[in-house]
């Protein structure tokens, strides 16, 4: 990854992508000290580490504090024991409040996540988990819509009609019921699912989202990197053992580097930078796309009230629009 980037200065570091938090804290170190000797890491940048409320362990904790980690993120998806074993988590609720206490103690900076539009939730449950949420968070909230994807659990008991997930408008009130109460408890959103106080945004997030370069190493991991070749996507080995010999053999686990046209940059671009409460660089989307953005296309949207102008630099979703990104994506593209 050096050898294709370049010298770079590391901006964040995030470990995630399963259980880091089952690692050792001295593996984590000489993957820190790896990067270190890889590209310049400036001191007090961003390194999160993603954990199980199941994994943790204190001493586990503080190792990894140790080694440099100053922000925790965790997946603690409800706060309710039967949604927990619905959701298939390993972890029940006393745990999830156990792991949260010992992240606030001991990182500087720590988030969690939960899962809504759950089956059978009403408005009234979920502002009361998320009221219960704010009151544990520190500074940062991840809050996800369930989806029912192809291939899952969840999956074949939706087909069977052994579960029943809110309809597209109950889920829509319940996205608008997330805004409102985050937002009056100084958490509001600054991506369609992620909720900070100000100056608490996830850093290594906000690189994905303004379409900043990153590099994706361990198995699975997906990156955009600036080379003399031009912007490459990168992927890597699914399995572990499988990245491993990979790594072993060649160094590195890559499958995948991909040249990306400057038009399907400006995809990405509108795609990523769409999510964020801050919008598009419009000046940039039309250098990636070699054109301006389509007036009448806009124009539609905008008297929907679905997108808005910030000044004449700068394009953004509205709350309504955030519902349909997918939508005003296909539109503008």
Do not use: C
């Not at 294709?4 to 901006?11: E, F, K, M, Y």
């Amino acid at each position: 990854m050096r050898a294709l980037s370049g010298p770079r200065a590391v901006t964040s570091i995030f470990i995630g992508g399963g259980t880091p938090s089952l690692m050792e804290p001295q593996t984590l170190g000489a993957i820190l000290e790896g990067v270190a000797a890889a590209w310049h890491v400036p001191d007090g940048i961003e390194v999160t580490l993603e954990a199980n409320p199941s994994s943790v362990e204190a001493e586990r904790f503080r190792g990894y504090r140790a080694v440099g980690v100053n922000r925790v993120s965790m997946g603690v998806q409800a706060l309710n024991d039967r949604e927990l074993r619905f959701l298939g988590r390993l972890h029940n609720v006393e745990q999830a409040l156990g792991a949260i206490r010992l992240a606030r103690e001991i990182f500087p900076r720590m988030s969690f996540d939960l899962i809504y539009a759950r089956p059978g939730q009403t408005a009234e449950d979920w502002e009361r988990e998320l009221n219960q949420a704010i009151d544990l968070a520190a500074d940062h909230l991840s809050l996800y819509q369930l989806t029912i994807e192809e291939g899952t659990r969840f999956f074949d008991l939706y087909n069977r009609g052994k579960i029943v997930v809110p309809d597209e408008d109950q889920a829509a009130h319940l996205y608008e019921v997330t805004q409102a109460v985050t937002a009056a408890r100084g958490l509001p959103a600054y991506e369609v699912s992620n909720h900070a106080r100000p100056g608490a945004e996830s850093r290594h997030n906000l690189t994905y989202w303004r379409y900043g370069d990153y590099a994706g190493i361990g198995p699975g991991a997906h990156g955009r990197l600036g080379t003399a070749s031009g912007k490459i996507a990168t992927a890597t080995e699914k399995h572990p053992e499988t990245w491993l010999q990979a790594a072993e053999t060649n160094g590195h686990g890559m499958i995948e580097q991909t040249v990306l046209s400057r038009e399907e940059q400006a995809d990405e671009l509108l795609l990523m930078g769409l999510r964020v409460k801050e919008g598009v660089d419009l000046a940039r989307w039309s250098s990636l796309s070699g054109k301006p953005m389509d007036a009448e296309r806009e124009d539609f949207l905008l008297k929907l009230g679905l997108i808005e102008r910030i000044g004449n630099a700068r394009l953004r979703a509205t709350p309504e629009g955030m519902l349909l990104l997918n939508r005003i994506v296909a539109e503008l593209s």
